[in-house]
């Protein structure tokens, strides 16, 4: 028997659809409709019962060929669900900036984004959401929606943590406001470490605001381990002197944790090259040095590898 932990623990709101996961593998993932207003729990219940035995079948419509699969030695059977984790990106392709790495912003028919908190409050009063759930707002960018903050103040007042990813450029007093209460934190992509990196990366020359963002973060936070560096490592960026610079910038403000991922296109093709292998080698042996927690984000088990080798060689 196979089954996933996502399946029961967390939530992913797509656009137009509940999911137990992100799609980080490129394969099909369970999908279940949905466009805003409460969540039938009964129903997604059935639902995720339904997708534990489709797995079970030779050859699954869903999750087939997944590396998150484990084998179990009892039968499945789904629970009475309760989330660990929310992910909200039920707005992926409402964004302010222009990532080369990213299409998702890019003009096309997406329907405008529901209001997220009828949704949130009936799963509150469903009991589906345990003491701990912590709420991840993805996106797209979060800070852009009109229920942003309503949505915000509504899971603070209820306890629920909070972790918004966001590039920065606008700022946030909630998110300040967040930090400074301890009840949250942020996960920014800066992707470069200068103005010119970020020009070509980001797609616009807004270096100056997004460091003054990043810099009034930090300094809100009541440590700054509640705020995240995030670089994307991809061949626009993935010179040793551009690492160097943005490893500065973390000192400049303070940061004591950084985040490292690859451009999700390079890595779905196959594409991720040698050199930002080693860049990436780099970018986790500079951050032990400077004494910083590296979390590796969303990097498969080969990538992994092919990291530790080049390490090793680069390194000893």
Partial sequence: ???????????????????????THNIAVPSFPFAGGEVDMAAYTRHIGAVAQEIQRQNPQVCAGCPDLVPLSQSVHVPELQFSVISLNHHRHVCNCRCVYCDLWKPGHHPRPFAILPALRSLHDQGALKKNCAI?????????????????????????????????????????????????RVNI??????????????????????LASTEKYFAAAITPRQVDLKYIVF?????????????????????AKVQLSFNFIEVVNDKVSEHSIAAAAYFVHRAEKLGLVCELFFVDAPIRERMDAARRKLFG
């Fill in 1 to 23: 028997m196979l089954f996933c932990t996502k399946l029961v623990r967390d939530l992913v709101f797509e656009e137009r659809a509940l999911q137990p996961c992100c799609n």
């Fill in 136 to 184: 991840s707002w993805g996106g797209g960018e979060s800070t852009l929606l009109p229920d942003f903050e309503t949505t915000g103040r509504w899971l603070r007042a209820h306890g629920y943590f909070q972790q918004v990813h966001t590039n920065a450029l606008r700022h946030s007093d909630w998110i300040d406001h967040l930090l400074s209460s301890g009840a949250g």
């Fill in 189 to 210: 992509s800066l992707d470069s470490g200068n103005a010119a990196t970020y020009a070509r990366v980001k797609g616009g020359d807004w270096w100056d605001k997004v």
């Fill in 235 to 255: 061949e626009a960026n993935n010179k040793i002197e551009e690492l160097d610079q943005f490893f500065q910038v973390c000192q400049h403000v303070g940061a």
